[in-house]
């Protein structure tokens, strides 16, 4: 008996897409054409130079941006058959984003930063609340959901934001330098910390500068004026695996 083969889907998927700013001869290419596949539980690092496109791509990946050309597929689906309303929706349930810039609400203790988006979503606030409980314990930071973010170091706070990107049923992370404003042993355990995200199932996609940070990816993608140009595969043994 030939046993079945199961292809997993790619949670995300670029096929041969371009971002261009403007029309005729100002026109600006911004990115493209790319194609790649990312699968479920992956870290994966975009590296490049200013200006490679790196913030394009993860602009067109959790669907705050439309392609020029091309298609961009989320769990299989492609994104431009989805109307305003489902996009919405779906940067609420499946894709989280994490920001140089926090964006954490100075008003609200951690756990309320966190079930936030459970709350906009229409969950009820005990179910919010316990939900939001569990996604800082994964981060290490139960014990210290209700303080506010004044009161958190600058580690702390980007560990509630990966919490709050990562709440109720979302299962990718887009990171656009989550590491810049911190110093690099603070900035190091943020990654660990995304990297055993991936161990329970999540998928990571983290623009960074920092090479040693990259080591923590499964893949690296290069960006250079747009395009993809060199992929590794990077040693996260070398980096210390998914320890703490």
């Known amino acids: 008996m ?3 083969v199961v292809t997993q889907e790619p949670v995300l998927q ?3 897409v371009s971002r261009v700013h403007g029309s005729g001869p100002t026109a600006v290419r911004a990115l493209g054409p790319v194609s790649f596949k990312i699968r479920s539980g992956e870290l994966v690092a975009i590296m490049g130079p200013s200006g490679s496109g790196k913030s394009t791509l993860l602009s067109l990946a959790g669907a705050l941006d439309v392609p020029s050309s091309g298609t961009v597929r989320l769990n299989g ?3 431009a058959n989805r109307n305003p309303a ?4 779906l940067r609420r349930r499946t894709v989280g984003f994490v920001f140089q810039e926090l964006n954490l609400l100075p008003g609200l203790t951690a756990v309320e930063n966190v079930r936030l988006p459970l709350e906009l979503d229409g969950h009820p606030l005990g179910d919010a ?3 939001a409980l569990e996604e800082l314990s994964h981060v290490g930071l139960r014990d210290l959901a209700d303080r506010f973010p004044d009161n958190l170091s600058g580690g702390e706070q980007q560990r509630v934001a990966i919490a709050r990107a990562f709440v109720g049923p979302r299962s990718l992370l887009l990171a656009d330098e989550p590491t810049g404003a911190l110093d690099s042993v603070t900035g190091e355990s943020v990654v ?4 055993k995200q991936c161990a329970l199932g999540r998928t990571v996609v983290i623009v960074t500068h920092d090479a040693a940070h990259a080591g923590w990816a499964d893949r690296v993608l290069y960006l250079r004026d747009g395009e993809i140009v060199d992929e590794t595969v990077a040693s996260t043994a070398g980096a210390g695996g998914i320890e703490s």
């Open 192 to 195: 660990r910390l995304l990297k």
């Open 129 to 131: 609340h316990q939900r």
């Open 2 to 4: 030939i046993a079945e």
């Open 77 to 79: 689906r492609d994104l």
């Open 14 to 16: 670029f096929e041969g």
């Open 86 to 89: 489902e996009l919405s929706q």
